[in-house]
């Protein structure tokens, strides 16, 4: 059974920064892709970023170019978000996601995209 656990959130100031991490068990994988979303309280729940497994394309939403960086340790299975000059905008559960098709770019962005999810991790920026 693939599993998704997400660790690294907390509470910081804003202008900090934080690292989150995704561990992948289960399944090891070569191909597809994997995302971070994130949901705020009463909103839906937003792409942040995604990176193809193989090859490592990456690609970010608008808010969080310049600040955010996705990347991933292939022999870990472990996907990483690191988040830099974070603002209270960006409090939110923080989830990763796996996708086992093809990495088409533009549907990077979809939630409907990913097979797997895990259960978020809470980021909380205070002003």
């Known amino acids: 059974q693939v599993q998704l656990v997400e660790s690294g959130g907390g509470l910081v100031q804003a202008g900090g920064s934080l690292r989150l991490s995704c561990t992948v068990s289960?399944?090891?994988?070569?191909?597809?892709?994997m995302g971070w979303f994130r949901q705020a309280p009463g909103k839906e729940r937003d792409f942040v970023a995604a990176?193809?497994?193989?090859?490592?394309?990456?690609y970010y939403a608008d808010s969080v170019k310049g600040r955010f960086t996705i990347s991933r340790e292939y022999v870990k299975n472990t996907m990483y978000l690191q988040l830099n000059s974070l603002k209270p905008d960006d409090t939110a559960v923080y989830y990763c996601?796996?996708?086992?098709?093809?990495?088409?770019?533009?549907?990077?962005?979809?939630?409907?995209?990913?097979?797997?999810w895990g259960r978020g991790t809470q980021v909380t920026v205070s002003s």
């Open positions: 996601a796996r996708t086992l098709g093809p990495p088409i770019a533009t549907r990077l962005m979809a939630r409907e995209t990913y097979d797997y």
């Open positions: 289960g399944r090891t994988f070569s191909t597809g892709a």
């Open positions: 990176i193809k497994w193989s090859g490592g394309s990456t």
